[in-house]
């Protein structure tokens, strides 16, 4: 088993599990923004667990120079899977802290601890008291926007959300002009979870990689 440094951004792990800067205490957003995001929190608690498709593409000088898709499985904020299907097969599970990411091409298995920023997750934006300075919500546009502070330097999230309350599409700017987009379709909401929905079935011979702490 080998060890290695953490990666700075897990597989391109989604936008909305990349870790959020520590943020400063604001007053609290307008009442029809403030109600839009209490039914976003409502609707996403009343749906859990839920499976929902997703497309990621990653979009370069304009043109998309990668495009993978598959199904979430979102127990709760805590326990989520993200399984690619295609064009390869991967497994990206966050389960108490703690992730392994699982390549069945290369028979590859990372795993890690996020450690504190556990706590910081994007998702967390969504059900947090005091958003920020670095957080907006616009309830007419169904949108929230983060800026995230990067090594690269100022990123933005948006977040679109659908009619229903669930979010339907992610959009992660960066400095290097790399655009991540995120497509979520056909929720499944309160799916019953088989027991060994979060196991990985590993082969005997798959290399193990445990990654330290940043």
């Given at each position: 088993?080998?060890?290695?440094?953490?990666?700075?951004?897990?597989?391109?792990?989604?936008?909305?599990?990349?870790?959020?800067?520590?943020?400063?205490?604001?007053?609290?957003?307008?009442?029809?923004?403030?109600?839009?995001?209490?039914?976003?929190r409502g609707r996403i608690l009343q749906s859990q667990p839920f499976r929902v498709d997703f497309v990621q593409r990653v979009i370069v000088d304009e043109e998309v120079s990668l495009e993978e898709s598959g199904v979430i499985v979102f127990a709760s904020r805590e326990r989520v899977k993200w399984q690619y299907l295609r064009p390869?097969?991967?497994?990206?599970?966050?389960?108490?802290?703690?992730?392994?990411?699982?390549?069945?091409?290369?028979?590859?298995?990372?795993?890690?601890?996020?450690?504190?920023?556990?706590?910081?997750?994007?998702?967390e934006v969504l059900f947090s008291e005091q958003p920020g300075q670095s957080c907006r919500w616009n309830s007419r546009e169904r949108t929230i926007r983060v800026s995230l502070a990067g090594e690269g330097g100022i990123e933005e999230l948006t977040i679109q959300v659908g009619s229903d309350f669930l979010p339907r599409r992610v959009e992660q700017s960066a400095v290097n002009d790399v655009t991540t987009v995120y497509e979520f379709r056909n929720y499944r909401p309160r799916v019953a979870l088989a027991a060994g929905e979060f196991a990985l079935d590993l082969p005997a011979d798959v290399e193990i990689i445990e990654e330290q702490a940043p």
């Open positions: 088993m080998k060890t290695r440094p953490a990666l700075s951004a897990l597989p391109l792990l989604v936008a909305l599990l990349l870790p959020i800067p520590a943020q400063t205490p604001t007053a609290p957003p307008p009442a029809g923004d403030a109600d839009f995001l209490r039914q976003v390869d097969y991967k497994t990206f599970i966050l389960e108490g802290g703690r992730y392994s990411f699982y390549d069945r091409e290369n028979k590859q298995l990372l795993r890690g601890s996020l450690g504190e920023r556990s706590r910081e997750l994007v998702w």
